[in-house]
Nanobody
Framework: QVQLEESGGGSVQAGGSPRLSCAGS????????IGWFRQAPGKEREGVAR????????DYADSVLGRFTISQDDAKNMVYLQMNSLKPDDTGIYYC???????????????WGQGTQVTVSA
């Protein structure tokens, strides 16, 4: 069973650069895509970034392109989301999830962590 746990959230000021971590207990070829998602209060969950673990090829939502970087460390079973130039609109609960489809649609992901809160103040 895939277990995921996010960490690294907290309160930051606009312009800050925190890094989120996603610890996985089991990454296999059966779940080759790992994504980061966020959900702001009153809004639907949206995809932020995903990485295809086989080639480490990333993809980003337009809203974070150029500011966020997703990366993986296979030796540690970790995936990271480096967030730079944060804005108040980036506030939300951030989740990591695994799936098999190269997409940023939450419905294409099967296993989810519990999330970590990121709050960006102006």
């Amino acid at each position: 069973q895939v277990q995921l746990e996010e960490s690294g959230g907290g309160s930051v000021q606009a312009g800050g650069s925190p890094r989120l971590s996603c610890a996985g207990s089991h990454y296999t070829i059966n779940r080759p895509v790992i994504g980061w998602f966020r959900q702001a209060p009153g809004k639907e969950r949206e995809g932020v970034a995903r990485i295809y673990t086989g080639t480490q090829m990333p993809d980003y939502a337009d809203s974070v392109l150029g500011r966020f970087t997703i990366s993986q460390d296979d030796a540690k079973n970790m995936v990271y989301l480096q967030m730079n130039s944060l804005k108040p609109d980036d506030t939300g609960i951030y989740y990591c999830a695994t799936g098999r489809t190269l997409s940023l649609r939450p419905r294409d992901y099967n296993f989810w962590g519990q999330g970590t809160q990121v709050t960006v103040s102006a």
